[in-house]
């Protein structure tokens, strides 16, 4: 059993900036890839960021140049700093990570998701 927690959210005007981090616990070997998504009222999940045991990045175009991802492997746990919010990147937001367990599975395992909200 891997579990996710996700803290940092809240209401942030327009221009400012949050971070949020994840915490895996459990059942845990290592931890292939952890990443962020987001899901906006009506609209699906999407992929926000994610980063690699090794350390590569991947983002999604709209928070390109303004979201940065990283990891602390030691704590297992990732972190989002996100700058120049803008409002249509109000969601609920949630950490995944594909997770190889002490029993030689690989999980692919959700956080309950911290809600984001930039208005002024």
């Known amino acids: 059993q891997v579990q996710l927690v996700e803290s940092g959210g809240g209401l942030v005007q327009p221009g400012g900036s949050l971070t949020l981090s994840c915490a895996a616990s459990?059942?845990?070997?290592?931890?292939?890839?952890m990443g962020w998504y987001r899901q906006a009222p009506g609209k699906q999940r999407e992929l926000v960021a994610v980063?690699?045991?090794?350390?590569?990045?991947n983002y999604a175009g709209s928070v390109k140049g303004r979201f940065t991802i990283s990891r602390d492997n030691a704590k297992n746990t990732v972190y989002l700093q996100m700058n120049s919010l803008k409002p249509e990147d109000t969601a609920a937001y949630y950490c995944?990570?594909?997770?190889?367990?002490?029993?030689?599975?690989?999980?692919?395992?959700w956080g309950q998701g911290t809600q984001v909200t930039v208005s002024s």
């Open positions: 980063i690699h045991s090794g350390g590569s990045t």
């Open positions: 995944n990570a594909a997770v190889l367990d002490r029993l030689g599975s690989v999980k692919n395992s």
């Open positions: 459990g059942s845990i070997a290592s931890i292939y890839v």
